[in-house]
């Protein structure tokens, strides 16, 4: 949960963008293109870049290249040696299970965050008495810092004196250990399906009310009832909101650490490739710190954002087209 | 707009609703509410409140909170400073290669914290700024700059052309049409930009925990809280009453900001 930003369809910024005029015409009324300008102005920013994004990177990059142990981290000869490091990274034991939580963490926040978000933004699309102050509320578990919904998530979560044991009793279920090393990765993918829903509400909401109500209007005199209307109309005019909301929630599930590390630092099931990189490179208590091994993990995980940084693109110049 | 009567029941709905979702927000305040004796019955309302666990907040906190306050005005400062002159360049100047510049500030957004954390402390631990506040504010203005530029660049996209070309006619350099047109016009923008800078500082845990972690009372409030966990005997009263304090920013945030809000979250990209 950091930045969001996302290309939704919105109307007014497109139409300043695009004001309807030829280019060749638009081209005339603008400022004579003055490029020297435009890069003196944007130079604090490409410095930034290249100092504040890249330099970490590649420093990320060439620890996973080079045999780092706490030695020479210090003095900074740590040799070269190749992929070795993603060879055992890879061929360990633990490799495969975390790459498997990992997947379940994520599929599962995706899918409910996304079930969750439709549904509520469904619910919100017309408007009613006090709509638009809850739907404001419903904006605060994103706004919170992970810290403060973390800790409260650990302590309803435990198993003695939690809330959600307590309410379980009511019905006669027994106290569940929602902490502990089997149960960690569901404890932990609720808290984090939680963090998601507002995200998801706020994108699939601002979708919704680009389809014009006149399509609703029609279907209701054809005598389609409101789930008919859902999936002819909503369902498949919201395809490419969905598919945006989907991608962007792929690449900031993958990556979430402090909702983890928060609740269970990342013991038993809830492990992921993110906390994992984490343990072993900040973890309390690790006993070898393992840089290099971390920047591997990390660099995995690069590897699979910048890919879908690429799908992103294509799929949102497509929409586009 | 439907009837009023037809829809009393979506509001009732939808007050059970929002109530759930919030449930873990009135945790939190019910538990620092209630005296330490009392935390583990778990009782839905504090029946004996107290503010005890604020005076521990009080006694405990305080220089932590002054950190986070200082880094959070600092990461607005510095994102406010590369972002507005960059995304002038790219929505007014037409600066060529802004394509590529769009692609990296959506792909910078998209990188794991954890990658860019491992970097920054190699290279912090050999200059040696690692635990310094400058450093954690550089490292927290990495979450809010790429968003900051694309919504100062989508919002000055929408400053019509004339009042650029009219100042150019009265002689107005670039800067000074920066300075005194595009600028002033991009005030909401900026206090989007601000507000959600210092949210993210203010909630960052990742940087702090690994660029920060030694850095004693000069840790923002998060590893305030963090300290708690780590503790032998949880002390869960004083930490969600920090927890309480720690929210402040977001309270503000939808109070005064609440249209800003939906904005930042659905704040496209430059179009061009």
New interface residues.
Partial sequence: M???????P?P???V???PAQPPGRRRL???R???W??????????V??VI??A??????VS?SLHRFTRAT?VT?EAPFVGLDIYREVIGSAQFWPIVRQTAIFVGASLFFQYVIGLA?AV??Q??????SV?R??????????????G??????MDA????LN?FLAIFGVDPVWWLNAENSLMSVTIANI?LG?P?NL??LY?GLQNIPTQLYEAAALDGANRWRQFWSITFPLLKPVSAITLLLGF?YT??V??II??MTSGTGTSQTL?TW??SM??G?GTAVIQ?SQ??VV??I??VV??V??FV??AVQRRQED | ??P?QR??W??A???V??AI??F??Y??VN?SLTPRED????ALFPHHPTLAHYGVVLQDQLPHLATSIVVGLGTVVLTL???A??A???S?????GRRT?N??L??????????????????Y??LGVLDTLPGLI??D???????G???FA?FM??IP?EL??AA?IDGAS?WRS?RSVVLPMSRNAAVTVAL?AF??A??D??FA??LN?EGGLLRPI?MG??D???SQNQE?GP??AT?VV??IP?AI??VVA?RY??A?????????
Avoid: C
């Fill in positions: 950091t930045s969001v930003t996302i290309e939704t919105a007014a910024t497109r300043a963008a695009n009324r603008r400022l293109p003055t490029t300008a435009g890069l003196a102005f944007a130079a604090p920013l490409l930034y870049l504040f994004y330099y970490p990177l590649v420093e990320n620890m981290f900074g509520l619910f919100f017309r408007s009613f008495r006090l709509s809850l404001a509320l419903f904006l605060v578990p994103w706004l919170l810092p992970i810290i403060v919904s800790t409260t998530w650990q302590w309803m003695d004196s939690g809330i307590r939680w829903v995200f706020v994108i601002s690449v993958l990556k650490v402090d590390w928060i993110a990189a984490y490179a900040f309390k840089y971390a920047a990390g660099t995980l690069l954002a910048l879908m940084g992103y693109l | 707009m439907e009023r829809t009393a979506k509001t709905v939808g007050l609703l929002t979702m919030l873990p927000v945790w939190m538990v935390i583990r019955d778990s400073l590369v972002a002159p960059s002038f360049a790219l007014k100047l037409m600066m060529p510049l692609f990296l959506i792909v910078g957004q998209m990188i794991p914290a954890v990658v860019v954390a491992l970097g920054f402390y190699t290279i631990s050999r550089v490292a203005s990495t979450i809010a700059v790429p968003f530029v694309m919504l989508t996209l929408g052309q650029m070309q150019q670039h920066f959600f949210l993210w203010w909630s845990f990742l925990s690994t972690r998060t809280i963090y708690y966990i780590g869960w930490m969600m927890a720690a929210s977001t945030l939808l609440q809000v939906a930042g979250v659905t704040a496209g990209a430059v179009k061009d």
